[in-house]
């Protein structure tokens, strides 16, 4: 909620809808993510509130997409991932499919969603007109299992999980190290693959010719899977990881979050930001991405309390006392 202001109103009551009705009179975008339909019977859909402000662009997130059979029942990410064919892919062979640790269909609904409004804004600047953009969560999913769909349509394929393993590509895992920890390794490339090779004292795989392209190497990922994991065991992560600087290839170990906020180059890029609340506690945060060179993203202040700009919002559009506790449900 960084640089936001709250409002809270019961849309329910029809002296709030009239203040979105008011407000949306100077606004580029209303954001919502309430069932398809549920706007429109406040009297405050995207036909209603466009009428006012032509120029309005009206994102709308939903579990489904604002169509289709599916498009009345509530959509969680979770569910997202499932329908839209990720959550199938994640994990191994032998085990039930899991999570990705955070709520990713959300994620990429929202970076959709923010792609689809930037469009949408575009839009608004050559003609002035505004326009509704729809996205599902599903979709989100499903737009980012790259070939996926392709290959199934192509001969019946059916991707399953495969754990660390990047089908297709070798050599591409995850390796345990001497010490306990996991290397990952993406050393895919044709001239990495040699480098690598020659740094663990493999020169003749990398001078054998059936690792001389990646299809060579993808039939054979068992054997180069073997063989980097014996390397792996036989160092630390450390050793390995200076092995691989040294050599060019990429690697790296697996980060927690402690040690995500000791890493120099994200140091070094203003990548975690650090604030204090009220409280004098510390409180840290991912900075706003992506950085641009002339208009910079900024945490001008950490965000509001609900509600917490209720007067001053209200206020503008004049309402009186009575009107102001009516539409927020506050108490004098």
Known sequence: SRNKK???LNLKDAD??????????DTDVVVENFRPGTLEKWQIGWNQLSEINPK???LR?????????SASKPGFAAIAEAIGGLRYLIGYPDRAPVRTGVSIGDTLASLYGV???????????NTGKGQVVDVSLVESVLAVTESLVPEFGADGTIRERTGAKLPGIAPSNTYSTKDGKYLVLAANGDSIFQRLMEAIGRSDLANDSRFERNDGRAKASDELDEILG?????VTLKEALLILEAAN???SGINSVAEVM???????RGAIEEHKLISGLELFMPAPIPKLSVTPGATRWLGPKLGQHNEEILNSLGLSLETKLKVTGEKE
């Open 6 to 8: 709250s409002l809270t």
């Open 16 to 25: 709030a809808q009239q203040v979105v009705r008011d407000l949306v009179r």
């Open 56 to 58: 309005l662009v009206m």
């Open 262 to 268: 000791k890493d120099p180059q994200l140091k070094a």
């Open 249 to 251: 290839v990429p690697g």
């Open 61 to 69: 997130v939903s579990g489904y997409g604002q169509t289709g059979p």
């Open 230 to 234: 014996k390397w792996s065991e036989s």
């Open 115 to 125: 792609i689809g409004v930037l469009m949408a804004l575009r839009h608004v600047s």
